[in-house]
Every structure is written in C-alpha cells, then in structure tokens.
C-alpha cells in the first residue's frame, strides 16, 4: 500500500478541485513537469493525495487538465475583437500587448511544455500550437485586409507573419524573465512592432 493511501483524509473545502489545479500550475512551472510530484503538489494546496487522486486520477490526468484550463485561459485573453484603428503600427501593437498579456499569465505553463515537448508533443500541440493558431489567424485575416487595402505590401505572408511575430514577443519574454534583455515589456513590444512594420509597410 502506498504512503498516500496511509494518509489521514483531510476534509475538503469549496474549491478544493481548483486550489489542486493552482497548486498544480504552480508545481509544473517551478519543478518541470517530470520532477513535479503529487505529494508536493497535495501539500500546495493544503490536502493530501488521496484528494487529489480522488480528483485527478492520476498526474497525467491532473497535467492534462492543467494545460487544458491554460489553454481556454489563453484563448480568452487573445480574443481580439474588430475594433480597429485603421493604423497599421497601433492595431499590431493592439494585437502584441493583448497577446504579451496571455503570455504573462500562462509563462510557467509555457516553459515547462516548451521543456517537455519532445516528450509529450500531444500536450505541448495543445497548450502552443492549437492554441496560436486561432490568434495567428486573426492577424492574418487582419493583414489580408491591409493588403486589400493597399496599406502593406502584398508580396508577403500573413500567415507566416503572425508566426514569426508571435515568436519574437515570447521570446522577449522569456528573455526579459530571465534577466537576459535590458528592454522591458513595453520596450520589447514597441521595438518589435516597430521593426515588422517597417518590414511590410508601403513605402510612401
């Protein structure tokens, strides 16, 4: 018998399923995910395994969630509506704060699927790729209208755009909160915005 099914059974509290999911956020960011355990991940959220287990299954079961509560979290965040300016330079900008902002939120989650992709490609698919691509699209659908408009280039790829600009701004991120950049967010995003715009920008 394991060690968690000798645990005395602490009474639970509303919300004990979400205090789990937190404590488990947490847990994954800090350790990884392979080093992350249920036991820590327990005592996170004030119960003992035997809750959690009850709860979750299993980690995987547990992770699983995790990513894919990240993942609506992300997706709400990045919802951008059409209420533009008509600025090329203001409307990315729009698009790289609201998007810096679902980053900063889900940051820990981020890194540690950036770690464990390899291993578990389905959950980083999920949490990464399945997840930008709605957002990727309307920048997209943004910029073939710009290109419509005559307002940009029409010799690129949208597509290709949003994927490349995405990229920079998680990596300026992962920059800045590794004490690696001496830009800060908002100097990160302008010099980024900037630089893609003048890349597709029409020559006046």
């Known amino acids: 018998m394991s060690a968690a099914r000798l645990q005395p059974k602490l009474p639970e509290t ?12 947490a847990e994954f ?14 005592a996170r959220a004030g119960c003992n395994e035997v809750t959690l287990f009850r709860h979750f299954e299993s980690k995987q079961k547990l992770l699983a969630a995790v990513v894919q509560e990240t993942s609506g979290e992300f997706l709400a965040v990045c919802a951008c509506g059409g209420n533009f300016s008509g600025d090329t330079r203001e409307d990315l900008e729009r698009f790289a704060r609201v998007y810096n ?62 994927e490349v600009f995405t990229s920079s701004l998680m990596g300026g991120l992962l920059r800045r909160s590794s004490g690696l950049s001496d830009l800060d967010r ?19």
């Open 14 to 25: 509303p919300g004990t399923r979400q205090r789990l999911m937190e404590a488990a956020r």
């Open 29 to 42: 960011s800090d350790q990884g995910i392979e080093a992350a355990t249920t036991r820590r991940i327990a």
């Open 101 to 162: 902002q679902a980053l900063e939120r889900c940051e820990g989650m981020a890194r540690a699927m950036i770690g464990e992709g390899r291993r578990r490609p389905t959950l980083a698919k999920e949490l990464i790729g399945d997840v930008l691509e709605p957002f990727h699209h309307s920048i997209a659908n943004y910029l073939e209208q710009r290109k419509k408009d005559g307002l940009v280039r029409s010799d690129f790829n949208p597509m290709a755009f949003a």
């Open 186 to 204: 908002d100097g990160w995003i302008r010099a980024t915005v900037e630089i893609f715009v003048r890349a597709i920008e029409v020559a006046q």
